[in-house]
């Protein structure tokens, strides 16, 4: 952690040893705001630039708690800080000076990432073992829509071959068929993201559909062992 003040009505920048460490410069040089600058990732550098305006303009700093920015350095890594300032004391009485603090991150962030993939590769690992065992059941459940579309396109196929073919009928069939192929593919889909690794997001769910789908899942194994499910 390096520490730094910036006086306003001069743009004096000091900067302690360790401020240099962090932004990779020699400390034979005499900081100044464009140095510091020149490190800051293109991304942040419209946050960076509002925090030393306000003290610039002599404007009190309202941004008093931690803000998290990036350093990119010459060689293209990226650098995490966590940095926070506020107006000097009363021995700095009568010139807008700003004190702060600034702490690299970087190891933090990294253990941070490293720790999420490790927890998305387990989830991964649960979902897949999970769906091991419910292979039966997805294949039940997969079966199902797709009898449906036989049986109603077996049907539509004597209504339409009669000498007075049957419309009304023949349309009811085929929206089954539409909704039984709607379903069947919704199962594919939903389990294949469960086969997707990557990162957990989170949505809103609808946990009357959770509790639906999974009732369709367990029926066969419901059927097995004797069990009455009442939702």
């Known amino acids: 952690t390096g520490s730094y003040t910036f006086t306003a009505l001069s743009r004096e920048v000091s900067w302690t040893a360790e401020m240099f460490r962090i932004y990779e410069y020699d400390e034979s040089q005499r900081p100044t705001l464009d140095m510091a600058l020149q490190r800051v990732h293109p991304d942040d550098r419209d946050l960076w ?3 030393v305006g306000a003290a610039a303009d002599g404007r009190p700093v309202d941004d008093v708690g931690l803000v998290e920015y990036r350093l990119m350095m010459p060689d293209g890594r990226i650098k995490f800080i966590s940095s926070l ?6 021995e700095f009485d ?4 700003v004190i702060g603090s600034t702490m690299d991150v970087t190891d933090r962030k990294n253990a941070e990432d490293a720790l999420r993939l490790a927890q998305a590769d387990l989830a991964h690992v ?3 073992n999970t769906m091991g065992e419910l292979t039966a ?15 109603n396109a077996n049907a539509c196929l004597r209504f339409l071959s009669g000498d007075a073919p049957d419309l009304d009928e ?15 593919a919704g199962i594919v889909s939903r389990t294949r993201e469960l086969f997707r690794k990557g990162v957990p997001h989170r949505e809103p769910v609808d946990v009357d559909e959770v509790v639906r789908d999974t009732v369709v899942l367990l029926e066969g194994e ?10």
């Not at 009568?94 to 000076?97: D, I, P, R, S, Y």
């Not at 009811?172 to 709607?182: K, L, Y």
């Open 126 to 128: 649960s979902r897949v």
């Open 94 to 97: 009568g010139v807008a000076t």
């Open 222 to 231: 419901a059927r097995r062992y004797k069990v009455s499910i009442r939702s």
């Open 137 to 151: 059941a997805l294949a039940h459940e997969v079966n199902q829509p797709i009898t449906a579309v036989v049986t």
């Open 170 to 184: 023949a349309r009811e069939a085929i929206n089954a068929i539409v909704q039984a192929g709607r379903r069947a």
């Open 49 to 51: 630039l509002r925090l």
């Open 85 to 90: 300032r506020a107006l000097a004391g009363p």
